[in-house]
């Protein structure tokens, strides 16, 4: 299988299989495509006609056309053309598989101080009660994690919420226990906050810049794009009061290790201006930016006829990362990221996230969900922190959670990216985890076409 597009004056083929990437002059793009069409079935001989009759005005020669068609043989006798599908087989081992947890989301705050109204987590508390966890209950959340991580030394926590801010003591007390333990269970923990920025304080950035391997700002970008939605219970916009406590919390962190995070919706699909905006009038360099997931009915939610709104700004904002990189002033846009030598492993691009098996969503009072989208919903209560993963047919339902469980997945050039999306998506866009989010497919593969291209273009201009 193989993905052809032309983008910003590149002719790109994605091998999906080998994960090899070509770019390929406008008469192999053509040969490609004509073999491609034929399921490989075509004869050289035919192939090679119909190619001579197109490209012969040009300019382009017999001898031409046969070097090409040999080169195109030569890949595919090397596996990186038309390579076989060879992981399909060995996917649904991944049920046999012994899962160690290696991530925590902790839910340290079921409240937030803004009301936000587009949020998943119904403005923090998670369709429950408000609450707060208390240390003792994240102490065994720790713990837990550190007994169920088998040999694993890394592990992951994220304090999350609501807004973790609101219950800071906790936080600092769980990671000062957390470093007490490090050396004697033989362990390394990192820690990430996700923060509105209306807690932010200096004690709050010292200490995150101390001991937070990374931190999450929530900015949607624009003033008036910001405080459409991301409003305090009296109605006040946000942006003027955490756009200073970013700019100060990342020039402390000397510009690493953190992330910009904004959503977009069907009121802001030129949302590329608000990535603009963050860089260039707020000098933030580290850029994320979700499209909304919200109810179909919601006036927030993206419909079908934004699509090519959408799939423009993506380019436009591939485009112009260049231009900046070009320039010597780069920025970086989360969902631009690929490491096409090193990773992820296959693994990885098979089973995504891990959420369910080797991370888990904790609550305020200690319960464990597949993940923070999970939370509340009875169905998908997996156990708690005292009594470990007890619900053991959820969990196992979840390691089958791959991209090859998925039919809607088997014809996706882009499944070994995606590894069938988001779980949560899928379950509240199509009623099962094992489902697809049609939309966010869309999205998703506008995005890595342009992330591929990005690569093309950078190995181009080393060229």
Known sequence: MIHQYKLNGYNIVLDINSGSIHVPDPLAYEAIRLIDESGGRGSSEEIGRRLLQEFAPEGVTQQEVDE???????????????????????????????????????????????NCSYCFAAQGNFRGQHGLMSFETGKRALDFLVENSGMRRNLEVDFFGGEPLMNFQVCKDLVAYARSIEKEKKKNFRFTLTTNGIGVTDEVI??????????????????????????????????????????????????????????????????????????????????SMEPVVADPDSPSALRQEDLPVIFEQYEILA????????????????????????????????????????????????????????????????????????????????????????????????????????????????????????MGCDIFKKRIECALMIKVAQAMDQQ
Request: aromatic share 12%; hydrophobic share 35%.
């Open 68 to 114: 090409t068609l040999e080169d195109i043989a030569v890949l595919r006798r090397e596996g990186k053309l038309f390579s076989e599908e060879t992981f399909a087989d060995r996917a649904f081992d991944l049920k046999k598989r012994n899962t160690v947890i290696k991530a925590l989301c902790l839910l340290v705050a079921h409240t937030c101080n803004l």
């Open 206 to 287: 010292e200490w995150a810049n101390k001991e937070c391997h990374n931190v999450v700002l929530s900015l949607d970008g624009r003033r008036e794009v910001n405080d459409r939605f991301r409003k305090d219970y009296t109605g006040r916009g946000s942006y003027d009061r955490i756009v200073p406590n970013f700019q100060k919390f990342v020039e402390k962190r000397e510009g690493k290790g953190y992330y910009m995070r904004g959503t977009f919706t069907h009121f802001n699909t030129d949302f590329t201006e608000d990535i603009f905006h963050m860089a260039d009038d707020l000098g933030f360099a580290e850029l």
């Open 319 to 438: 485009k112009d990362m260049l231009r900046r990189e070009r320039e010597g002033k780069p920025i970086t846009f989360y969902h631009y990221m690929l490491d096409l030598e090193h990773g992820p492993c296959i693994y990885k691009r098979i089973s995504g996230c891990g959420s369910g098996t080797e991370y888990l969503a904790v609550t305020a009072s200690g319960d464990l969900y597949p993940c923070h989208q999970f939370v509340n919903d009875p169905e998908y209560r997996m156990g708690d922190i005292w009594s470990g993963v007890t619900n053991t047919q959820l969990r196992d339902s979840f390691k089958l959670c791959n991209v090859y469980s998925r039919p809607e997945c088997a014809d996706c050039w882009a499944k070994l990216y995606c590894a069938g999306g988001c779980a949560a998506n899928a379950y509240h866009a199509a009623g099962d985890i094992h489902g697809t989010y049609r």
